[in-house]
Every structure is written in structure tokens, then in C-alpha cells.
């Protein structure tokens, strides 16, 4: 996989104290990582980085859109991503001994690196901006779903209430205690 050097962060030169970057995601990030579930990608991500003598604090912020495939009505839609995650990365002499540790919000480099690619981070914060079940947002309390859809799946729905399938008839004795 080809590393995008725009996401490199050389730390060497940088003062002690906050330090900001921002970043322009689109679909091309993602071409690294093989296909996504959702298109269209305009992410911005601000990166604000907190040097200190052994360790850096990382505050990444989502934002922008993604179009994304709604679960309910199979239409696509744009999803507005919102989020913040941290990530400790610390210096120490052997990380490869350190990588055992159980908090993922923390990584270890080595003392002689130099740079920081946050690739990998924006490419996992933006993937759990997006919740796992996505549907059309409702607007005044009423679904923007497919109209057509719901009404197929409310016909759907009726019809089954209207079968009573046999496998279930002995649970319901249990369904009022």
C-alpha cells in the first residue's frame, strides 16, 4: 500500500505545545484501502496535536459528508459525519516491545523517528464516524425513506401479522407473564 505523505507529520521541528493541520478526505484517500461502503467522501479532519517531551496528544474532529446506501429503503443518501477521537502516541526506545499494551488509544513509535503518519488514524476515525446502521434521517418526526418502500413494507408487515405461523404458537403462552 503506497504511503500518502501528505499525512506525514514531521515532529522533529516542531515547538513543544499545540500544533494544528487540517485535512481534505475525499474518495482518492480511500483507493488505498480497497472498496468502502459508503461514496462520495468530503471529510474534513482537524488535527490539533499536543507536543510534549515524551508523548504527543492527538484530537482528531470529523466532519463533512459521505453518500451511504440507507438500510431501510435502499436509496442512497448523504450521511453528515460528526465525531472526535484522541490517540496517546508515545516515544520510547523499543515500541515493538510495547505493542502488547491494551488501550488502543495508544501507540508507540520509536525515540529516532522523525515522522508520524496519521493516515491510517484518519482512515479509522472517518470508518467509525459512520454508524452501523444507517437510515434516512427523519425531518419533522416523518421518515425521508422512499415513501413507495414503506408502504411495501407496511403491506409486507400486515400480511405477516396475518399468518400465524405454527412454530411460534407455544411462545405465546409465555408473552404475558
Not at 499545540?18 to 461502503?37: A, I, L
Not at 488502543?104 to 476515525?125: A, D, Q
Request: net charge negative.
Amino acid at each position: 500500500m503506497k504511503q500518502l505523505r501528505q499525512f506525514e507529520i514531521a515532529f522533529v521541528g516542531l515547538k513543544p505545545g499545540e500544533h494544528t493541520f487540517e485535512y481534505q478526505v475525499t474518495d482518492s484517500f480511500f483507493e488505498n484501502y480497497g472498496p468502502q461502503d459508503f461514496s462520495d467522501c468530503k471529510a474534513t479532519v482537524k488535527l490539533t496535536l499536543d507536543k510534549k517531551s515524551d508523548f504527543f496528544l492527538l484530537k482528531f474532529e470529523i466532519g463533512g459528508t459521505v453518500s451511504v446506501i440507507c438500510d431501510r429503503c435502499g436509496q442512497p443518501f448523504n450521511l453528515q459525519l460528526w465525531d472526535d477521537f484522541t490517540q496517546v502516541v508515545k516515544m520510547v526506545e523499543n515500541p515493538e516491545e510495547m505493542e502488547g499494551d491494551e488501550d488502543p488509544e495508544v501507540s508507540y513509535i520509536s525515540r529516532t523517528e522523525s515522522h508520524l503518519n496519521v493516515g491510517e488514524w484518519i482512515y479509522e476515525f472517518i470508518n467509525l464516524s459512520i454508524p452501523m446502521q444507517k437510515i434516512h434521517p427523519d425531518v419533522d418526526g416523518k421518515s425521508t425513506c422512499d415513501p413507495k418502500v414503506l408502504e411495501m413494507l407496511d403491506q409486507m408487515n400486515k400480511q405477516s401479522g396475518a399468518q400465524d405461523n405454527p412454530i411460534w404458537k407455544d411462545l405465546d403462552k409465555f408473552r404475558n407473564n
